[in-house]
């Protein structure tokens, strides 16, 4: 079992729609990082969140640690927010989701 | 915005040799450099943490003398593949602790590394 856990794995959405993932994770951290990874491979760092809720524009990302759970939300989704989201825990180390594939149709 | 400038974006290389990848923070201090690496349709996976001036921190299972990792200045942090062989064939991505990432956190572009 891996320490994060992210679902879904894949997510085709109509454009305008709300969109959640959600991130689980089973271990000790100091901060969830959400993290955006474009077809060509370019990361953009969204989110760090040690509790509560974060918001930049369409995203919102929010945490509960007593439940170990984070989730990442994009209000009013659009084509150019195709990509993948990696959620990350940063502990001891370093723990990475598998990543949730967004595309969003016009 | 904070930028990591992550050099070259794609290399094909012969096996044996070495390649040298770099990673530049143009516009901030990067006291510490991540070194990551992704296997297609994988997460990311940290390879080792560098510090300026000091020896990187490997991961398990990560080989040290074939993964040379240098962090020289402030700005400049490199990761040199040796003797590379077609398993090493990977993106590989960098991201600095500092700049103004959401997270605290900016990532270089990639390199994708084929080895022939």
């Known amino acids: 079992k891996n320490e994060v856990e992210q679902s879904p794995q894949n997510l085709t959405a109509q454009e305008g729609e709300f969109i959640t993932i959600n991130c689980s994770y089973s271990?000790?951290?100091?901060?969830l990082h959400w993290l955006q990874q474009h077809p060509g491979g370019g990361i953009v760092s969204l989110f760090m969140l040690s509790s509560g809720k974060k918001k930049h524009g369409r995203l919102i990302a929010t945490i509960n640690i007593q439940e170990k759970h984070s989730s990442l939300h994009i209000t009013a989704s659009h084509p150019r927010d195709s990509a993948v989201y990696i959620c990350a825990a940063t502990g001891n180390q370093f723990y990475f989701g598998t990543g949730t594939s967004l595309t969003v149709i016009p | 915005g904070a930028v990591v400038s992550q050099h070259p974006s794609w290399v094909i290389c012969k096996s044996g040799t070495s390649v040298k990848i770099e990673c530049r923070s143009l516009?901030?201090?990067?006291?510490?450099m991540f070194w990551y690496r992704q296997f297609p349709k994988q997460s990311l996976m940290l390879m080792a943490t560098?510090?300026?001036?000091?020896?990187?921190?490997?991961e398990q299972g990560v080989e040290k003398d074939k993964f040379l990792i240098n962090h020289a200045s402030l700005t400049l942090s490199t990761l040199t593949v040796t003797s590379a062989h077609p398993e090493d064939s990977s993106f590989y991505i960098c991201?600095?602790?500092?700049?103004?990432?959401?997270?605290?956190?900016?990532f270089g572009s990639g390199t994708r590394l084929t080895v022939v």
């Open positions: 991201s600095a602790r500092g700049g103004t990432g959401g997270s605290g956190y900016t």
């Open positions: 516009d901030f201090q990067a006291t510490t």
């Open positions: 271990v000790g951290i100091s901060a």
């Open positions: 560098s510090n300026e001036g000091s020896k990187a921190t490997y």
